[in-house]
């Protein structure tokens, strides 16, 4: 096009939201081509427009010259609408071009026509609504002729690219579409004889009732072309494209069920020696899909293999994995159907490696959300695509909504049963704006849970780690969740920070493995039990303390509490009111407590006693006795927790009850440190507290009313044998004591970082009140440092070996205890300062551990040769302004030098004997480099010292 050309053209506006689109066919190529033939001229525009700066572009491209009319061939929001209209000049008229489908921004456009109706209001002529549904018989298919979307485009008609990934000048999208001379789809299945409309009023004169349900496609009838005629109309366009691209490879083949003529059109393929390859890219309902996957298609992919074509099945509409969506949707399958096809599709990869392929666009068809959709539906299908791996199969599937149009017979159902809306909720826009197609109905969910789910799903898929969750993972979390705090559907804003204060945070990559975990274990209603909320539900408790919540959220978890129907409230901004170690409050205030009550009367209460508990000695016991009762806790325990001097939550309150009764064997029910298990939120006096078993009983017994394998795994996880190494490492232990020490059958550790290595290796280990000594398989040995290890048996007495361990005073129990501080319930963990270590003797390991703690990294330090550790130090964690001082083995003392950047973050440590490398994720963004790693290696070694700060950073920003 030239601009400024005062030639008056017809412009079709061919747009997609996104590159690499399914969406376009051979509708724009015929129109332009048969308005060509009639004498006008015609300019077609193809291009992404999926931002402002795309808008404004198109605003300006249509200013360029004058057009009339300007069609849109789909017209997904106002915002493009009103851009296109900004560029039209003088009386030019806006055209939506459809055909039989009548969309939310009709209103919008001056006429909305099909292709016959375009060419009557060139004419002048009045033009019939094109969004009218024309019911179409097979006689009038016949005598149509063949589809004329297989036709070519007219040489006079000017093809411009508007950008995005899309080719210009030469009448094709990025994606080459072809087409078969039979139109529509020969799935007829009448939607009025399914048993889910026959209170629905369907009209066969206003809806297209045969089909699926919800599709557009569909014409109510169908004509079957001959093999030689299909494959004819196939080849004939490949070779059109392949003039004007020759290199295009791939070929998007809209027809609805080629399956048949597949061996025929590979073997044309094959005859025709200059043809280079070609990726066919196909799509399948699940019964043709079985019907044909041992006969044709098998047949096509052999054909294919022989001279390097491929048959990609791109869309297999598998819909959903409930069987009352599958019937909605008058699919006329089963979920048991679309297992098998899942599982016939990667026989048929496996058998076809080089020539079938079916997950590399993932973009197979799935509709997780509709009007209808129900919690349970939801969760249903989340247990299938986990089963099944959907995730290989399909992309962003937690995006997936029903999209409306009143063609359809779900529209019908929808409206009859007041579930259309004047616009969509906000959070869940119209699904057309994201992929492209014409606008479509507003509707809303009946059951108004399902939204919450929605709204929920979304965030989590955002945040969490993908290599860890999949949507199916993700999708039932949030269901769940909802389904047991369904309050909080009223309070859509705090559903996200609700999840991470309950169940944890799904952008941890140690709650996700956490998480993973449960939910292999097919206990995933373990993650949604709070023990302490459900407790009060139940009555066994009138308060629960949230301790560790960052002070700058803690407000707002006060609001979850009350939005999930609780009392709650901030107790104190007192660092939480936690033991750093040595005696001293944190009074940071970084930290907070909420208060969560089951009434207003008891939250009263419980925020005085708080007070009393932390800001006064007089009547300080009394206090914390009466916050026992009404925290639930067994009066024995009450009182032996009252009378111990050191109150901090720390491990050594763990090791207590057993250093208090070292004969008595620990109740399962009693173990406090089988995580995403325990019942008890108390210290125990003893081991075996009958009390205490009583109520984490009670709190068991409600987890079984909901979820019976959750409760066993619970019961398993609470029997089993856990070394624990600091709050956030342990080691799930199978075995037994033997000559040797403990004995490994099976061991599996969460939270060691690469120590998990050592440990799948370990056949068995000793401990002592300074570490665990490892033998490993092939009979070599390692030491983990770490104080006072606890190894816990329960139903069986304490080893002695075990008790020692935890008898004796560590030499690292300062320092490493001020940093173990047990984090709470409400996300965060307590600060610590830095204490000295006392040791005589301490390697490399225990000095590197040290450090660790000490600047509260959130990952495990990772061991590179010639003593560089790499840490990532999260930036709340950062200590402003000590010097750590370290004794090495002949006692001679070494010194750590902390050099901060700019914002106060430690960015490098040193010692004579041991150097670490930090960086900061918020400021620096990923892990250094393996060059980077190299540099700073270098670095240390050419004895780089405290005082080069600028050399330092500088490393990061190479």
Known sequence: MTPGDDTTAILILDLSVRDNQFIRDHRTQSLAARLSEAGHGVVVAQGVVSGEQDLAALTRFVSQRRFDPVVLVHAWDRKLIASTRSGMQGTSTLVRLTDGVVAALDDDFDFVVDDDGLLALLGGAEPADGGA????????????????????????????????????????????????????????????????????????????????????????????????????????????????????????????????????????????????????????????????????????????????????????????????????????????????????????????????????????????????????????????????????????????????YPRVPLHSKAEQEGLLVDAFSSGRPDRATEQGYDASVPWRFADARTEAVFQLARALGENAHSELLGDGDVLELAARFVLRWPKLADAIDLLYPAFVATVGDPASHRDADRMRRTIDAGAVYALIFDRELEGIEAGLKKVALKEGVLAGQAEQYACIYRAMGFSSAVASLQGAGLDNGDGAVDDSQSHAIVAVASDDACLAEALRLNMAIHDSRDGREQAIRRMGELLGYPTCCVAAFAADDDQSDNLALERRPFLRAPDKVLNPLNNRLAMNASLISHHLCTPDCAESALHAKALLERVESVSPSTAHWMRDRLAGDRLVLSYDADVELCGAWGDTGYEVQSAVAIGVGAQ????????????????????????????????????????????????????????????????????????GSSGAHAAPASADALDLQAAARFLFACFGAADTPVQLDDGVIVVAVARSHSKPGFDIELTDAVGSRLRAYVIRSADGVPAYARTQSLSLAYYDPERDGNAPAPAQIERMMDAVCAGMTAGDDDALNALFDE
């Open 756 to 827: 998990a290595a050592l440990w799948s290796k370990t056949q068995s280990f000793t401990l002592d009140a300074d570490g665990v000594a490892l033998t490993l398989t092939g009979g070599s040995t390692t030491r983990i440092p770490t104080p006072n290890p606890l190894l816990v048996t329960p139903s069986r007495p304490m080893a002695a070996a075990a008790l020692a361990a935890i008898s004796q005073v560590s030499a690292l129990a300062p320092a490493q205890d001020s940093m173990m501080t047990r984090p709470q319930s409400g996300g």
């Open 133 to 404: 549904w024309k019911p179409t018989t097979a006689a009038q298919l016949r005598a149509h002729g063949p589809d004329p979307r297989v036709a070519n485009p007219g040489t006079v008609v000017e093809w411009v690219s508007l950008g995005g990934d899309v080719d210009g000048g030469t009448g094709d999208s990025a994606r080459a579409t072809i087409s078969g001379p039979s139109p529509g789809c020969p799935f007829l299945l009448d939607t009025r004889a399914n048993p889910i409309y026959e209170d629905v009023e369907l009209d066969p004169q206003r809806i297209q009732t045969r089909g699926c349900s919800f599709c557009l496609d569909n014409f109510g009838a169908y004509t079957v072309s001959s093999e030689a005629d299909t494959v004819a109309a196939w080849m004939g366009q490949i070779r059109t494209i392949r003039a004007e691209r020759p290199d295009t490879r791939e070929f998007l083949l809209t027809d609805e069920r080629p399956h048949p003529y597949l061996p025929a059109f590979f073997r044309a393929l094959h005859d025709e020696a200059d043809m280079a390859p070609v990726e066919l890219l196909i799509k399948s309902r699940i019964d043709w899909l079985l019907e044909y996957a041992d006969g044709e298609l098998s047949e096509a992919a052999r054909i294919a293999e022989k001279r390097g074509d491929v048959l990609h099945l791109y869309l297999v509409g598998f819909e959903n994995f409930d069987q009352f969506h599958l019937d909605l949707f008058n699919k006329g399958v089963s979920v048991a159907d679309n297992v098998a096809a899942i599982e016939k599709i990667r026989e048929l990869g496996k058998r076809f490696s080089r020539s079938f392929q079916y997950q590399r666009l993932r973009a197979h068809g799935i509709v997780l959300f509709t009007p209808w959709t129900e919690p349970d539906h939801l969760i249903a299908n989340a247990q299938v695509m986990r089963e099944v791996g959907f995730d290989e199969f399909r992309a962003d599937a937690l995006d997936t909504r029903l999209r409306l």
